[in-house]
């Protein structure tokens, strides 16, 4: 593994990019789909305003957790994909510990 205070290369940096956007996409439908279990009872502030605020609090959450590494997800796909790239943009290759 490289250390972290190498440059990256605008490959690397695109893919970390790319890696991290995915994660968060992924966790917006986790959380979607969680939210869309009914447990049979009926929903005490189901309005429109509600449901608006739980979708965009639930996108923030993907977008920090994706970017801090808290899944490791994007850490994992940046580093798979990381392989295919040149040896010159390989230098962007994820450090160990932040994602």
Same mark, same amino acid.
């Given at each position: 593994?490289?250390?972290?205070?190498?440059?990256?290369?605008?490959?690397?940096?695109? @893919?970390? %990019? /790319? /890696?991290?956007? $995915?994660?968060?996409?992924? @966790?917006?439908?986790?959380?979607?789909?969680?939210?869309?279990?009914?447990?049979g009872?009926?929903?005490? $502030?189901?309005?429109?305003?509600?449901?608006?605020?739980?979708?965009?609090?639930?996108?923030? $959450?993907?977008e920090?957790?994706?970017?801090?590494?808290?899944?490791?997800?994007?850490?994992? @796909?940046?580093?798979?994909?990381?392989?295919? @790239?040149?040896? /010159?943009?390989?230098?962007?290759?994820?450090?160990?510990? %932040?994602?």
């Amino acid at each position: 593994m490289r250390g972290a205070s190498e440059p990256q290369t605008s490959e690397g940096a695109a @893919l970390r %990019k /790319a /890696a991290q956007g $995915f994660e968060a996409i992924f @966790l917006r439908q986790i959380l979607a789909s969680a939210r869309q279990t009914s447990f049979g009872g009926e929903d005490l $502030f189901g309005n429109q305003a509600s449901e608006t605020f739980t979708q965009m609090r639930d996108e923030r $959450f993907a977008e920090i957790a994706s970017g801090t590494g808290a899944f490791g997800l994007a850490r994992q @796909l940046e580093a798979q994909l990381a392989r295919v @790239l040149p040896p /010159a943009a390989a230098a962007a290759e994820p450090a160990s510990g %932040k994602g």
